[in-house]
């Protein structure tokens, strides 16, 4: 450790937006998911992925109802879906293949 000099931002998402779920990988940390919430407003969410540990991001919110965002966020154990809780009381699945 060197003393709180490892930490390296991989993604800003502040525009107004609340982080409110991530979940990596755990065949490859290189490809992390997020999801932010804009408070208010019919509280808006939106989903982002990188492939590439945070370099790029895209966002793939696509077809998801504005409401109350996620409240967790995980890949599946073979990588092919990307599954999200809404603090609504859904649950959603959105393939990554």
Do not use: E, H, N, S
């Given at each position: 450790h060197d003393h709180d000099q490892n930490?390296?931002?991989?993604g800003d998402f502040q525009k107004k937006?609340?982080?409110v779920a991530i979940a990596v990988d755990p065949d490859n940390?290189?490809?992390l998911a997020?999801?932010?919430v804009h408070w208010g407003q019919g509280a808006?969410?939106?989903i982002f992925l990188t492939q590439n540990g945070g370099q790029d991001w895209q966002e793939i919110?696509?077809?998801l109802p504005d409401g109350a965002g996620a409240s967790s966020i995980a890949f599946s154990p073979d990588g092919k879906y990307l599954y999200l809780a809404r603090s609504a009381g859904s649950v959603y699945r959105f393939p990554l293949e």
């Open positions: 930490w390296k931002m991989i937006r609340a982080l940390p290189q490809r997020v999801g932010t808006p969410c939106k919110t696509g077809d």
